[in-house]
């Protein structure tokens, strides 16, 4: 069980993730209805990722649709298929427990730090933002000072938009020294 839960109602069904997972790194779908194989040709693309019964898909996609989860908006001969903020904000919570730094084969000599200052008053998005580095595989190095010798990037700045942190609050750094690291090359065996 994790520490630090980030709010929303998770899905639990696999096939309700994945609805939702493919409609927030696509964004929104188009189906033009003109064709009378549109949904077909949906349903085979889909069908062809992952095994689920038509009925089953079916029935997860209007629950999520009744659930506000999924906004459904016909157009003429089109339809479009996209998710509501609220979507977006369970989307968002699954996108960031997949969340991982990719360790490389060989270290490049760079220490990556995070040094974050974020005020008392959002001691919630402080304690949380603490707790993901520390499940992607930072060290707390100083009081507010975090640690990775491998590249990490992408994986802060998902982070610092999650939580909705300025790069003011949270600032990434790259150092070839860092002192006395002896005790972080040991922990991450570099």
């Known amino acids: 069980m994790r520490k630090y839960q980030y709010g929303g109602a998770k899905p639990r069904s696999t096939i309700a993730k994945d609805i939702l997972y493919a409609l927030f790194i696509a964004g929104a779908i188009v189906l033009v209805l003109s064709s009378p194989y549109a949904g077909s040709a ?3 693309a889909w069908q062809s990722k992952k095994r689920y019964q038509k009925r089953q898909f079916t029935s997860t996609f209007h629950r999520l649709r009744r659930n ?5 908006e016909r157009q003429g ?4 298929v996209s998710l509501t903020p609220k979507g977006k904000e369970i989307a968002g919570y699954m996108e960031i427990e997949k969340l991982k730094i ?3 084969k060989r270290w490049d000599g760079l220490w990556r730090i995070v040094v974050f200052d974020i005020a008392e008053l959002r001691r919630f998005e402080r304690n949380a933002f603490r707790g993901m580095l520390r499940e992607i595989g930072f060290v707390h190095f100083q ?3 975090w640690a990775q010798p491998f590249p990490c990037k992408r994986e802060v700045d998902i982070l610092r938009d999650f939580f909705g942190l300025s790069r003011k ?13 002896t005790h972080l090359r040991r922990l991450f065996r570099v």
């Open 42 to 44: 949906l349903w085979r």
């Open 68 to 72: 506000n989860l999924l906004r459904v």
């Open 77 to 80: 001969h089109e339809v479009m």
């Open 102 to 104: 990719q360790k490389s």
């Open 143 to 145: 009081k507010s000072v």
């Open 169 to 181: 609050e949270v600032q990434l750094l790259e150092a070839r020294i860092m002192g006395d690291d």
